[in-house]
């Protein structure tokens, strides 16, 4: 409906900032930096300016659900360091921990696969993952490496539990721990493998980030569920899971250049991004100080630990969506890198 | 050719991507050539598009951008007619000077400061096709016309296909959960059809034939232009050795993509994959390292 009227004198009652004037041309900035800005945050720096459609996103964003996305990589992260974890224990006389980490391992793989099919639009269709194998689809190589790490987990949970089937449950537990790494790191591979400039750009650092933060899961779970006498390598590979985290992080916060960077320390992913850091140090440090001391120290540690790293995927989850949303996450790095192209003929 | 220039040349790279999807005889390469220059808005493309390939109703609604209520390409759109408008004169036109041999958009004679761009977008069927290459069903192929299509009975939803285009063309259908874009009308193609929407489109804004072809005529049409003074004019996805291997379907725009919504640069997110699997692999080394590291290191307290 117009709201203006055509007189003898022209116009009356025009809105004002209709004029949809798009383009470099036009000096137009883009809507959603403009709304941005009335929102009261000011810039120091002049903002460089770069056109879009209406401020609308160049791409679709993932429709892909957090709680079943987003929980899959940490479980599935969890579940794998939690087999290697397991079939160390079970070897080094540590039954204990064994146990725990092998139950806890198939627990939260079971968990994430029907997170994975539950989040499918067809899920009646889900045997279709198993249809073809492609090595240029994470998603096909991570489905086989599942068909076979899925089993192989539940039969070592099994042997562990009920103490029976004990050559066949070694075995499983050995496949199991084969596959644990891949299962925790291919997720990466497969979340980076996108146009999602704030995931596509970090495919360096992420698989990093994501083996830290499920060996740092899997040492608080080791902390929550084995006896303390056992606990001490699942507090040295949560430690070492929380140094190789933050520290890929860092690396890849400070490689990235804004605004792709932005989602990683603003907003609601980034504020998460920080709790989930400050509850994996808390974890690691309260675990290697008091953890062989106290049980409850060693039960809050762990809580701590496994919260950490959920959290830190969900941030970074939630980056991505952010960074699919803005156009300027996809126009600016590739005009930039267009100008310095031409600039160096 | 070693493995490693096998894999880059289905990664990247100019390339048959019909040969490289198994056809040994197959029909030449068909595409698209949308010139915006003629393209007067009529969204004659959108309509044949919904009516021929039987594309659901996706909400009626008032944006407020000039004369566009469509918004973009999705699961429901596979046509999507961009309206622009500027302050802007077509560049190096003079105001009474009529240009009606190269038939470019009309102005005001009088010396009107607004141009109004039109522009109809569609799947571009990339050389390396991002869509195509995550799939991890089959669902998504290349079809013996060098083309991108679905298969629906074979998809299952899992949405790898939509965050992968760099362009924003395939999504997911709501009520139905599986993914939908332009099949480039497949089915009329092997009847020897054109798509629906070139079909309809009342100026040929919309041109389909063998791409090579194609790219020989777009490339006369923007010399045309620029000696019209249109210097403005500028192809967008013809070469071949871009970030996706050349479009399938490639355009003649007025201004720069992005003022279409289209990304300036495109790289298929597969270029890069050979290097995520080199990090992931040494990542999953270091967690095992890591983690048996942390039983050797210490007693048993």
Same mark, same amino acid.
């Given at each position: 409906m117009s709201t203006s009227d055509v007189t003898k004198d022209g116009l009356q009652g025009v809105r004002p900032g209709r004029d949809a004037m798009i383009g470099v041309a036009a000096g137009r900035e883009n809507g959603a930096r403009a709304s941005r800005r009335r929102g009261g945050e000011r810039s120091m720096v002049p903002e460089a300016k770069f056109s879009s459609y209406y401020g609308k996103p160049v791409l679709n964003a993932p429709v892909w659900k957090a709680p079943d996305i987003a929980g899959y990589f940490f479980l599935g992260g969890l579940s794998g360091a939690a087999s290697v974890l397991g079939a160390c224990a079970s070897a080094t006389g540590r039954p204990g921990l064994a146990k725990a980490?092998?139950?806890?391992?198939?627990?939260?793989?079971?968990?994430?696969?029907?997170?994975?099919?539950?989040?499918?639009?067809?899920?009646s269709r889900f045997v279709n993952?198993?249809?073809?194998?492609?090595?240029?689809?994470p998603m096909s190589v991570g489905s086989w490496a599942l068909a076979a790490y899925g089993p192989a987990a539940g039969t070592a949970a099994f042997s562990a539990v009920t103490g029976r089937m004990k050559g066949l449950g070694a075995l499983a537990t050995g496949t199991a721990a084969a596959f644990g790494p891949f299962i925790a790191s291919y997720t990466a591979a497969l979340m980076c493998d996108t146009a999602v400039p704030s995931w596509h750009e970090a495919y360096r650092e992420m698989p990093f980030v994501f083996v830290g933060s499920a060996a740092t899961a899997a040492g608080g779970l080791g902390m929550l569920a084995a006896p303390i006498d056992e606990a001490g390598p699942a507090r040295r590979a949560a430690a070492f899971?929380?140094?190789?985290?933050?520290a890929a992080a860092q690396s890849l916060t400070g490689r990235l250049d804004e605004p792709l960077s932005d989602p990683y320390h603003k907003g609601t992913s980034g504020q998460r991004l920080k709790i989930s850091e400050a509850l994996t140090a808390f974890g690691a440090v309260g675990s290697m100080l008091l953890g062989r001391r106290s049980r409850a120290a060693a039960v809050v540690s762990g809580l701590a630990l496994l919260a950490g790293s959920a959290l830190s995927r969900f941030a970074i989850f939630e980056a991505g969506m952010l960074s699919a949303n803005d156009p300027e996450h996809t126009v600016r790095p590739q005009r930039e890198r267009l100008n310095r192209n031409s600039a160096n003929g | 050719m070693s493995s490693d220039n096998l894999l880059s040349s289905l990664l990247a790279g100019d390339t048959d991507p019909a040969a490289n999807g198994g056809f040994t005889d197959h029909p030449p390469r068909m595409g698209f050539f949308t010139d915006t220059s003629v393209c007067i808005g009529?969204?004659?493309? &959108?309509? #044949? %598009?919904?009516?021929?390939?039987?594309?659901?109703?996706?909400?009626?609604?008032?944006?407020?951008?000039?004369?566009?209520?469509?918004?973009?390409l999705g699961a429901d759109t596979w046509r999507h007619v961009a309206f622009i408008e500027q302050r802007k004169p077509i560049a190096g036109q003079i105001a009474g000077v009529q240009h009606a041999d190269v038939g470019s958009p009309a102005v005001d004679a009088a010396g009107s400061d607004l141009r109004w761009l039109m522009a109809s977008d569609v799947c571009k069927h990339c050389t390396h096709a991002a869509c195509l290459d995550v799939c991890p069903?089959?669902?998504?192929?290349?079809?013996?016309?060098?083309?991108?299509?679905?298969?629906?009975?074979?998809?299952?939803?899992?949405?790898?296909?939509?965050p992968a285009c760099p362009y924003g063309v395939i999504d997911q259908r709501e009520d139905d959960g599986r993914a939908w874009k332009c099949t480039l009308c497949y089915d009329r193609l092997e009847?020897?059809? &054109?798509? #629906? %929407?070139?079909?309809?489109?009342?100026?040929?804004?919309?041109?389909?034939?063998?791409?090579?072809?194609?790219?020989?005529?777009?490339?006369?049409?923007?010399?045309?232009l620029h000696e019209a003074g249109v210097t403005d004019a500028r192809l967008y996805g013809h070469d071949p050795n871009d970030g996706v291997g050349g479009d399938g379907a490639f355009f003649l725009l007025l201004d720069e993509p992005e003022v279409y919504g289209l990304p300036p640069d495109p790289v298929v997110t597969t270029r890069d994959l050979p290097s995520m699997w080199k990090h992931v692999g040494v990542a999953a080394l270091t967690m095992a390292v890591g983690v048996v590291a942390a039983f050797a290191g210490g007693r048993r307290s």
């Open positions: 980490s092998k139950v806890g391992a198939f627990v939260s793989i079971s968990l994430g696969m029907v997170g994975l099919v539950h989040d499918l639009g067809k899920p993952m198993l249809r073809v194998f492609k090595p240029t689809s899971g929380a140094a190789l985290e933050f | 009529c969204k004659a493309c &959108e309509v #044949a %598009c919904k009516e021929w390939n039987h594309v659901p109703e996706d909400g009626l609604n008032f944006t407020g951008m000039s004369y566009d209520n469509t918004i973009g069903t089959g669902s998504l192929f290349r079809t013996e016309f060098g083309t991108v299509v679905v298969q629906e009975d074979i998809c299952n939803g899992c949405g790898y296909c939509i009847v020897g059809l &054109e798509p #629906a %929407c070139a079909k309809a489109c009342p100026t040929d804004s919309i041109q389909f034939g063998p791409l090579d072809e194609l790219r020989e005529r777009a490339a006369q049409r923007v010399e045309k």
